[in-house]
């Protein structure tokens, strides 16, 4: 059963603060998005496998550490989940990159795939799916389903802010998928915008609007 983990944390509310800012530019807003990416997966990454290893310091040999498990690959929805793969990457350099696009119907709210390139051996992989913003769910859903459609298992979420709406719909439709969250925010307004929120994640991290 997947599991949602919200983070806690002093440091993550600061910058959370600075994205909601209207007046944070988008040099300042591209920094702090990977800089939360790279936090997120950090938690996200708490339970990969290790092996030993015997290593040589400049004073003595020691038993070491390195990864063993599954390799990785880092998922961004496009074209918001682009700003945090920096982040990810700092953490898990060797990880591939698929990538999934999306755009939402503004008028029906519901999500429309125009994009999907993803490496050969992604059903073999961990995967790391990063969106800044889950709002209805519905994008998450999709790219989600998508890689389930793959033969993909194993699968993570990593998101900014969600809305409670968002999250509901994930853990009933992908039990499986373990959630990772900086933020989880009060409501959708009738637009289908996360309230407080911080706009548009796209168009803030890339100046489009």
Not at 2 to 26: A, C, E, F, Q, W
Not at 120 to 132: A, F, S, W
Request: proline residues 5%; contains cysteine.
């Amino acid at each position: 059963m997947g599991k949602v983990h919200v983070l806690d944390h002093p440091v993550i509310k600061h910058k959370i603060t600075i994205l909601r800012d209207k007046n944070t530019g988008s040099n300042e807003f591209r920094s702090i998005v990977t800089e939360i990416g790279m936090i997120l997966a950090y938690e996200a990454t708490k339970d990969l496998e290790l092996e030993e290893f015997e290593v040589e310091t400049p004073i003595t040999r020691t038993t070491g550490y390195r990864l063993a498990g599954k390799k990785l690959s880092v998922v961004p929805i496009l074209r918001a989940g682009l700003g945090m793969v920096d982040g990810v990457l700092e953490v898990i350099p060797a990880a591939k990159i698929g990538h999934i696009g999306m755009y939402r119907n503004e008028e029906t709210l519901q999500p429309v795939e125009y994009y999907c390139k993803l490496p050969n051996d992604i059903e073999k992989r961990e995967i790391l799916v990063v969106d800044p913003m889950v709002a209805t769910g519905g994008s998450v859903d999709d790219a989600v389903t998508r890689l389930k459609e793959r033969g993909c298992k194993y699968i993570k979420l990593l998101c900014i802010i969600a809305a409670p709406e968002g999250i509901k719909l994930l853990s009933e439709k992908h039990p499986d998928v373990d959630i990772y969250c900086a933020q989880l925010d009060e409501h959708l307004n009738e637009n289908g915008y996360i309230v407080p929120g911080l706009g548009d994640a796209g168009d803030r991290l890339f100046g489009t609007k």
